[in-house]
């Protein structure tokens, strides 16, 4: 019998305070009609940015429990979208959720958590690298950050790249194994000029050989959870049938949404965007459609809204 209401297996840490992670997929996921039933990796104070001396709970040898658990009642999601990992071993749980969990047409989402702004990340470590370029390899869809694309290609992290230079990473890394590989806050350098603090959502999808693309409107303020923000309501978009191209305008706009309703109210960065003021916008249709088709020298056409 199929389920009414489409499930996807989240595999990612929980913070007690700052919203990532969990704190954001399970609100956001809710909301898109889907349920989301976790596998916690690990239990945080707080999330890892910004903050210091936070605790840490690594449940790794949880999570092989869980998994045998779920295989007993025959558990099958329509998703399994994973993102932090507090250990290399971790890892083999969540390809194996996918490879014994996943319903037959299902969507598996990795959003390979490794670091940002060329560094890795407090808790990540070489090994951890190495062992993520594996576990990409399992997934329909990825969704990397800049400088996770470089840590995953092992190849130098670039402040600036140019449209070219971008297109033959996404084609690299979907080589490794995902059909689509979706790079967010990727600075495109376009007839050498510098895009200065402005940034763009590039994908790729292998099948077509077709990059979209998003730019995104600058606004002066970092948030932590903003990518997990993304790659939920992409994955939700997806999971309710959505096509690619309107995947990715529902959830740039959600996260430049929820970074406007938050700038100027005085609150530290690291508590994250104030997602409860706009969790009801996921209920309104895309009000208009950003993302286009870049072609050979990554300038972009428009897609006609009848298209999708």
């Not at 309104?284 to 999708?308: H, Q, W, Y």
Request: proline share 8%; charged share 20%.
């Amino acid at each position: 019998m199929r389920n009414p209401v489409p499930r996807i297996a989240a595999i990612h840490d929980m913070s007690g305070f700052g919203r990532t992670s969990l704190t954001v997929a399970i609100p956001i996921l809710s909301c898109m009609g889907i349920q989301v039933c976790p596998m916690p990796t690990a239990v945080l104070s707080t999330h890892t940015v910004e903050f210091t001396d936070y605790t840490l709970c690594d449940l790794t040898p949880e999570l092989g429990g869980i998994l045998d658990h779920w295989e007993r009642l025959g558990l099958h999601f329509d998703g399994v979208y994973s993102g932090f990992m507090a250990s290399p071993e971790q890892m083999d749980s969540a390809a194996r959720c996918i490879r014994n969990c996943l319903a037959p047409g299902g969507l598996a989402v990795v959003d390979p958590v490794l670091g940002d702004n060329g560094i890795l990340d407090p808790t990540m470590t070489p090994e951890m690298v190495e062992k993520m370029r594996w576990l990409i390899s399992c997934a329909d869809i990825i969704t990397p950050n800049i400088t996770e694309v470089a840590l995953l290609l092992d190849e130098p992290f670039t402040p600036r790249i140019s449209p070219e230079e971008i297109k033959g990473r996404l084609r690299r890394l979907s080589a490794m194994g995902p059909q689509t590989v979706v790079a967010t806050s990727v600075p495109l350098l376009e007839g050498g000029r510098d895009p200065g603090q402005n940034t763009s959502v590039i994908a790729y999808e292998r099948d077509e050989d077709r990059f979209w693309r998003i730019d995104c409107a600058y606004i002066p303020a970092h948030y932590p959870g903003t990518g997990d923000t993304f790659s939920s309501v992409l994955t939700g978009s997806l999971i309710q049938g959505d096509s690619l191209s309107i995947a990715l305008d529902r959830a740039v706009q959600f996260v430049t949404l929820g970074i406007r309703a938050t700038f100027g109210q005085g609150l530290p960065s690291r508590e994250g965007i104030l997602l409860e003021r706009i969790l009801g916008s996921l209920f309104a249709p895309v009000s208009t459609c950003k993302c286009r088709i870049m072609d050979g020298d990554g300038c972009c056409n428009p897609v006609l809204p009848f298209e999708d």
